[in-house]
């Protein structure tokens, strides 16, 4: 028997383990062929880009033709990361979601980062990391209280020094120190 989903989404998202990632993909696809053509990894993908639809994302605006988001191929935006984050946010789901991203500071991919800062222990995110792309999307809860959904996206950024990241960190605990309120709670 596998161990339940929310489990092996914590082991593929708080470590980014590719691998699992790509499985869980074609797994996926497997279950939700309806052509006989397609393979497993387009099966999965045709799935992805439907509860992305669902999402309200717009997938015209998206390549994915991997699980893991390794290819130079895949392409993905802001707007499309944070339509997911926010629509996960209301999922029936979203508790083990959540629970499944790395925690700032405590464990996964974000275990050294954001160390003796708000964003510790509160953000919880998702990496992504190529020798020219920096991301970190996900939520974080301001000094006002409010949960904030976030996706910040580097492409195509020379340096190799690392400090993409530490620009990505730095506001993450901006956002983390905020002690306003977005203009979204506001039009509520």
Do not use: C, W
């Amino acid at each position: 028997l596998s161990p339940p989903l929310s489990e092996i989404a914590a082991q593929t998202l708080k470590p980014s383990q590719n691998l699992y990632a790509e499985l869980i993909l074609r797994t996926l696809g497997n279950n939700a062929r309806n052509d006989a053509k397609l393979t497993s990894e387009e099966a999965g993908l045709e799935a992805v880009k439907a509860f992305l639809r669902e999402a309200g994302a717009d997938t015209g605006l998206l390549v994915l033709t991997d699980g893991s988001g390794l290819s130079r191929r895949d392409l993905v935006t802001a707007e499309t990361t944070l339509k997911l984050l926010t629509y996960m946010d209301r999922h029936r789901y979203a508790k083990a979601f959540r629970e499944a991203l790395p925690i700032a500071g405590v464990d996964g991919s974000l275990r050294n980062r954001m160390k003796n800062s708000l964003a510790a222990n509160n953000v919880r995110a998702k990496t992504g990391t190529l020798p020219t792309v920096a991301t970190l999307s996900g939520y974080v809860t301001s000094a006002a209280g409010e949960r904030l959904v976030f996706s910040i996206l580097i492409n195509n950024y020379p340096d190799t020094s690392g400090s993409r990241r530490s620009y990505i960190d730095e506001i993450a605990v901006l956002l983390a120190s905020f002690n306003g309120k977005s203009g979204e709670q506001s039009m509520k």
